[in-house]
């Protein structure tokens, strides 16, 4: 990752989803040392800045919101550095993608108030998490997770590199065990034609663990549990969520934004979720 992504970056609307936002990532900002981002983006046709000549300055109501934002991170982590501020673009991703050059991650709530809502369920949502050149972290779950369970999905087809990296370095900076899934369906006809479901899975269970074995020869400090179930894998996520106080999935790869197996946990996990892109 580029040394320029310093920073946390956080969306807010000053909903109570974005405050639920702001504390994860302040807590994140706290863990890794950086500092904590605060965006409140207001739509227009035009991309303008804020220190922009042509603009007239802040409303009263987006100074309220980011002061709001400000003083709930600080007073969750005192000692981080936090920056406020308030971008016009076409849409919430697209001003949240102006800052991703300087971003180590994007956090978002599951609702909000307007553009918000459009960025979780919505068209710009999907591109943010599938486009976002770093993770972007969906925080959904209780307030205050307490398992200390870090939980993967890996799909044995995919480089497991994004997902593990973060899912590993995650898992150590909280001090908690690393759950590494792999969920698969049999084909109709494989049951039908009696394939060993068992040797099968004592298949998939070998290929997952050489998958895990670089990082846990490099992080040997970190406890991991492998798991290999049969089962839809958007159903057997959101399951490992629930116990779980994150969630790491890929965003599918380069030439699709958004896999549907990322979406549909985005949708349904029980934990905040954090979908990383290809390495490159």
């Given at each position: 990752m580029s040394e320029r992504r310093t920073a946390i970056l956080v969306g807010t609307d000053g909903s109570a989803r974005s405050e639920?936002?702001?504390?994860?990532?302040?807590?994140?900002?706290?863990?890794?040392?950086r500092e904590l981002r605060i965006l409140h983006v207001l739509k227009t046709r035009h991309r303008l800045f804020a220190e922009s000549a042509t603009y007239d300055g802040p409303s009263r109501e987006s100074q309220k919101i980011l002061e709001d934002g400000r003083d709930a991170a600080s007073r969750r982590q005192p000692g981080i550095k936090v920056e406020t501020m308030i971008v016009h673009d076409r849409s919430v991703a697209d001003g949240l993608r102006q800052y991703a050059d300087e971003a180590a991650m994007a956090v978002i709530g599951d609702r909000g108030l307007g553009g918000?809502?459009?960025?979780?369920?919505?068209?710009?949502?999907?591109?943010?998490?599938?486009?976002?050149?770093?993770?972007?972290?969906?925080v959904r779950g209780p307030a205050e997770p307490t398992a200390g369970e870090v939980a993967a999905g890996l799909d044995l087809l995919e480089d497991p590199a994004p997902v593990l990296d973060h899912a590993f370095a995650a898992a150590a900076a909280r001090?908690?065990?690393?759950?590494?899934?792999?969920a698969w369906r049999p084909a109709v006809l494989a049951i039908e034609a009696g394939?060993?479901?068992r040797a099968a899975t004592d298949t998939f269970r070998g290929h997952l663990a050489a998958a895990v074995a670089p990082w846990r020869e490099r992080l040997p400090g970190v406890e991991v549990v492998e798991d290999?179930?049969?089962?839809?894998?958007?159903?057997?996520?959101?399951?490992?969520?629930?116990?779980?106080e994150l969630l790491v999935v890929g965003s599918r790869g380069r030439a699709l934004p958004l896999g549907s197996v990322s979406h549909g946990v985005i949708h349904h996990a029980r934990c905040p979720v954090a979908v990383v892109r290809p390495h490159g």
């Open positions: 639920r936002a702001i504390a994860w990532a302040a807590d994140e900002a706290a863990r890794s040392g918000f809502a459009d960025l979780l369920l919505g068209s710009t949502g999907l591109h943010l998490a599938g486009r976002f050149p770093g993770p972007v972290v969906v001090g908690a065990r690393l759950r590494v899934l792999h394939v060993d479901l290999v179930v049969i089962g839809h894998p958007v159903e057997m996520l959101a399951s490992a969520s629930g116990n779980a």
